[in-house]
């Protein structure tokens, strides 16, 4: 599993429509002249003069809450991967093989039939440790033992909701040459504080929905009194969400500032910090940046003030949340028809085999990388997009020549600064090590527990570690792009760097006004 990339600025996709349906012989022009609709002139609406063809002629799939290219590339992706991993699956690669390991992963979660007769079986370990909690200590136990590295601090949208907090690993914004623990707040199931404390009638009408679903949920797994706990939940929650940072300020990193280890106790009173940190791995950082400096407190202080047997219901609620993926088909659905149906307005819950190739290509990610990118990104193709690189690197620096506002030291400063610009181009030059993660066939659920805390030690040890400036923040089969500020570099991966996006059999101005543009962007 790969943590969202905090102050990254990923490129937005999936909504945009194109040439992703065009005929074979327009596509090599880069022009989908079937898509327009030249009815519509294009100074009265030239984006329905561009694309009203394609708009009128492509319903949004019953499964999807938009539709574009970027969609129809993502989908085309699912099938080359399950390929991929169907064979996987099907080979005789060892135990223990990383190719093993994808098909056992995969095999897992489409095996209805074992996880329909398992029940709720899976998660009672986690539910009766939950209820074992006898102190305060004990939950700042079970809060650290929780932490993960799934957060995405500048566009707020990835908090960590199964536990207080979210952790996020990179280089630090005054420090860049170490890495440092990102503290940030979470334990929230609704997207953001809005959804709790607007009082716009959809919000009112979605709150009620949610607490209904945290009750369903509740029943499903046999807890006594659900209806009572959810409200509980629910109210807790909402606490949360009264301290919590808006969207607004989440997004200013000047608000962020850096407390020692032993500052935590002080500053944000209420929690075992000690046991806190020691539980996730973190006892040895000597420093953290605090991306939420009023939240961090106040959430803290809920943990001392707000009942225990309140807080070891909202940890089984959300062990129960983040394990419904993988728990008989009436979790399922009842997770989607809240986060799916009501939440996002998909009608449709996306065939299995979808989820199973997405949820085997995040938690094995560059092992699916790996194999994605020897069948489908060939080195000639890696070879002719890092030549367009560097035509645009060195038109960059030609433009930085060029500029009239900037003095000559700034000038010099800036192509510096160009100078160590690391475009990454189809996959990581070095392979992460997945020998210690262990994939258990028939296991679906304890596979994913697995490469979480896999991946989140994976990015913990990174604090002992010296920065790795070729980092890579997406796997290959990801179709999308990102810019790393902090690194001063850039990720393409190899399934962006396919039509209509980049087509080898395409002229130049093709490429260069489609994928050129996105690597320029």
């Known amino acids: ?100 390991k994808v098909g056992d992963y995969y095999s897992s979660f489409m095996d209805e039939a074992a996880i329909e007769a398992a029940g709720a079986a899976p998660l009672k370990p986690q539910l009766d440790a939950i209820a074992a909690i006898a102190d305060r200590t004990a939950l700042a136990r079970a809060l650290g033992g929780n932490l993960r590295a799934g957060v995405d601090a500048l566009n707020n949208t990835n908090f960590e909701t199964s536990n207080l907090f979210g ?25 953001d504080r809005d959804y709790y404390l607007s009082a716009s009638p959809h919000m009112t009408e979605l709150r009620k929905q949610y607490e209904a679903h945290i009750g369903a949920m509740f029943q499903l797994a046999g807890v006594a009194d659900p209806a009572g706990r959810a409200a509980k939940v629910f109210a807790l929650e909402t606490k949360m969400a009264r301290v919590h940072a808006t969207r607004v300020e989440s997004e200013d990193v000047n608000l962020a500032v850096t407390w020692q280890r032993a500052e935590l106790a002080s500053k944000a009173p209420g929690l075992n910090w000690s046991v806190l940190l020691e539980a996730a791995g973190l006892q040895d950082a000597a ?18 003030s707000e009942p225990l047997d309140t807080w070891k219901d909202w940890l089984a609620y959300h062990a129960i949340e983040d394990a419904a993926t993988y728990l008989p088909k009436a979790f399922v659905e009842e997770r989607f028809a809240f986060y799916g149906k009501a939440l996002s307005g998909i009608p449709q819950l996306r065939p299995r085999w979808q989820r199973g190739m997405d949820l085997t290509s995040a938690a094995l ?11 489908y990104f060939p080195a000639t193709t890696k070879a002719k997009v890092q030549a367009m690189v560097d035509d645009l690197v060195k038109a960059f620096a030609r433009r930085i020549d060029a500029l009239a ?16 610009l690391k475009v990454g181009v189809g996959y990581p030059d070095k392979w992460q090590d ?88």
């Open 434 to 521: 997945y020998s210690g993660l262990e994939i258990v066939k028939g296991d679906p659920l304890g596979n994913a527990k697995r490469a979480g805390l896999f991946e989140y030690r994976h990015q913990v040890a990174k604090l002992h570690q010296p920065v790795d400036k070729a980092e890579w923040w997406m796997t290959p089969q990801t179709v999308n792009a990102v810019n790393l500020p902090l690194q001063n570099a850039l990720n393409f991966p190899a399934a962006i760097i396919q039509p209509p996006y980049y087509d080898v059999a395409a002229d130049a101005a093709h490429n260069y006004g489609s994928m050129g543009a996105i690597i320029g962007h």
């Open 167 to 191: 952790v996020w690993i990179t280089q630090g914004l005054k420090d860049p040459s170490h890495s440092v623990p990102y503290l940030l707040q979470g334990g929230l199931g609704l997207p």
């Open 365 to 375: 990610g560059e092992v699916v990388g790996k194999l994605y990118s020897e069948r």
């Open 405 to 420: 506002w900037m003095s000559p030291e700034t000038k010099a400063k800036a192509k510096a600064k160009l100078g160590t």
């Open 1 to 100: 599993m790969r943590p969202a990339a905090a102050l990254l600025i990923a490129i937005a996709l999936a909504g945009s429509p194109g040439c992703g349906t065009a005929p074979k012989e327009t596509a090599k022009s880069g022009i989908d002249v079937a898509g327009m609709d030249k009815a519509v002139a294009p100074g009265d609406d030239f984006n329905l003069h561009a694309n009203g063809g394609w708009l009128k002629a492509t319903p949004i799939p019953a499964d999807k809450s938009s539709y574009g290219t970027g969609a129809i590339l993502v989908d085309q992706t699912r099938k080359q991967l399950l390929d991929l991993i169907q064979d996987s699956a099907k080979g005789g690669a060892t135990a223990g093989a990383d190719s093993r």
């Open 287 to 304: 420093t953290f940046t605090i991306w939420h400096p009023k939240a961090i407190p106040g959430l803290s202080a809920l943990a001392a």
